[in-house]
């Protein structure tokens, strides 16, 4: 394995081998097997579990990480291909890249959706142009449009809870101050599409996912034996759930139009999840977030702190499932 970027890279058998490999790892820790390589971590939008679980993972397996945060203690770097930098930034990804490159045995890069025009942020043009610059392995520690070291710890943890392989997954928007990307769910809908469940994105109108995403989703349902579908009847979706996964998304019919989202979210106060949503849901469903959440904007307290949360738990699962992705990177 050489680039981690995408679940839908591999076969649904080799996410499951990666699964087990992380499982592994857990019960028999192998403090040497990294011995001697480094991890280069660029962030280029902030983080707490991404930067936290790596450099955990990576120690874990006996070798170490350098973390550049471009701007706070590292020189501001450009991103624009063909910039006259008379600005803030001193330095180009075009040398940053592959100079931090050149120093490690893998490279992990953080880059956020611009937010302004879709087409550009679902192609991955950002992201495609600094892993072009890259000739170690690589991992995609957050993109424009996909999470996969998110979406492979959430496949964890269902697996962890013996969520049914066929059960019923309900991806939901929730709200939030701002427009955020699309990259967890897109990812989110994706992986639990390829773990083979019935998939229901439940949004208000104004929010459907864009069309690439949820067809991605639903080739991967196809072949994986699941099923995906949309609706913003939110009581309709709850039916029965086994876990409600609460995700803030900006909307893509309004992409990068601030003021038309805020307009938009107003009235959507009441997309904040309280015990009321799991009426008719599965009495086990499990609640799920990717963290941050906005406390008693996206879920209220005692859904976050009460026994269906398992927030605590996917955080966690970042760093097992990583040390999968490493060592496969670092180790084969
Ligand atoms: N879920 C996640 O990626 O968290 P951070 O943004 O804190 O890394």
Not at 229 to 239: G, I, M, P, Q, V
Not at 242 to 263: C, F, I, M, N, P
Not at 268 to 294: I, Q
Request: with cysteine.
């Amino acid at each position: 394995m050489k680039r981690f970027l995408d679940l839908a890279d591999f076969p649904r058998e080799e996410v499951k081998d990666m699964l087990s490999l992380a499982a592994r790892l857990q019960r028999h820790p192998q403090p040497s097997a990294l011995a001697g390589k480094v991890l280069g971590l660029l962030f280029l939008n902030p983080s707490l579990r991404t930067l936290a679980s790596f450099q955990s993972a990576m120690m874990r397996l006996g070798g170490t990480t350098v973390v550049i945060t471009p701007g706070q203690g590292t020189w501001q770097l450009e991103t624009r291909p063909g910039a006259v930098m008379n600005e803030a930034a001193a330095e180009h990804v075009r040398e940053a890249v592959p100079v931090l490159a050149s120093y490690c045995d893998a490279i992990g890069i953080r880059m956020f959706a611009e937010g302004r025009d879709l087409q550009h942020d679902l192609a991955e043009t950002g992201f495609k142009m600094m892993a072009d610059l890259c000739d170690k392995p690589l991992v995609n520690m957050e993109s424009a449009a996909n999470h996969p070291c998110q979406a492979l710890a959430d496949w964890r943890t269902m697996d962890d809870l013996h969520v049914p392989e066929r059960g019923k997954f309900v991806l939901s928007w929730v709200n939030h101050p701002r427009a955020l990307p699309l990259a967890v769910p897109a990812a989110t809908v994706h992986m639990a599409a390829m773990r083979g469940m019935e998939v229901v994105v439940a949004r208000p109108e104004g929010y459907a996912l864009p069309e690439p995403i949820m067809e991605k989703a639903r080739q991967a349902a196809q072949r994986c034996g699941g099923s995906v579908r949309e609706t913003s009847d939110r009581a309709e979706a709850l039916k029965g759930a086994h876990v409600l996964y609460a995700k803030e998304w900006g909307s893509a019919q309004h992409y990068g139009d601030s003021e038309t989202e805020a307009r938009l979210r107003k009235p959507l106060g009441d997309w904040c999840v309280d015990e009321s949503w799991f009426t008719n849901a599965d009495p086990h469903c499990h609640f799920m977030h990717c963290l941050p959440a906005r406390r008693n904007v996206a879920v209220a307290d005692a859904v976050l702190d009460g026994p269906r949360s398992v927030v605590i738990r996917e955080a966690f699962n970042r760093m097992v499932v990583q040390m999968a992705v490493l060592y496969r990177l670092l180790r084969g």
